[in-house]
C-alpha cells in the first residue's frame, strides 16, 4: 500500500504505482509529490546538495515487519522537465522516478553498486513497458 501525499497538482494514478509497488515488494511506502524548492530544501538538508533533484528515498533505519520501507519523495518540476524532454507522457515518467526511489529503499545504489540497480531498473521498466528514457539518462 501506497501512503500518498501530493503537494502539488499533478494528476497522478495511484492505482498503476501500487500495481508497480506490488511487483517489487510486499512492504508499504510513502509517497509525496513536491514541486522543486521543497525538494531543494530536503536534498540540501539530508544530502547537503544545494540543488533540486528528481527523487529522494529515505529507509526508514528499523526493520520491522509491521512498518513501512521507507519515504520516496519526487519533484513534480523534475516529471514535467523530463516528459517533455524525453517525449513521454508525465504519468510514465511518474512511473520511472517511482521505480528508481523504491529501488534505492530496497538498498540498490546506483552511486556504489556495480550496475545492479540499473539491471533492476531495466527489468522493470521492460515489465511494465515504460519507455527506456531513464535507462538511456543513467547509462
Do not use: C, W
Amino acid at each position: 500500500m501506497i501512503d500518498f501525499e501530493n503537494q502539488t497538482d499533478l494528476n497522478v494514478d495511484i492505482n498503476e504505482l501500487e500495481s508497480i509497488l506490488s511487483s517489487i515488494t510486499t512492504k508499504d511506502i510513502e509517497l509525496i509529490i513536491v514541486d522543486n524548492p521543497t525538494i531543494k530544501k530536503l536534498n540540501k538538508e539530508y544530502r547537503q546538495k544545494d540543488e533540486a533533484t528528481d527523487v529522494l528515498s529515505f529507509p526508514f533505519e528499523q526493520e520491522f515487519s509491521h512498518l513501512p520501507l521507507g519515504t520516496v519523495i519526487i519533484s513534480k518540476d523534475f516529471i514535467q522537465e523530463k516528459a517533455k524532454e524525453y517525449n513521454h507522457s508525465n504519468a510514465d515518467e511518474l512511473k520511472l522516478l517511482f521505480i528508481h526511489g523504491i529501488l534505492h529503499l530496497l538498498g540498490f545504489d546506483h552511486e556504489v553498486d556495480m550496475g545492479e540497480h540499473r539491471k533492476k531498473e531495466e527489468e522493470l521498466i521492460k515489465k511494465f513497458n515504460l519507455p527506456s528514457s531513464l535507462i538511456v539518462r543513467n547509462s
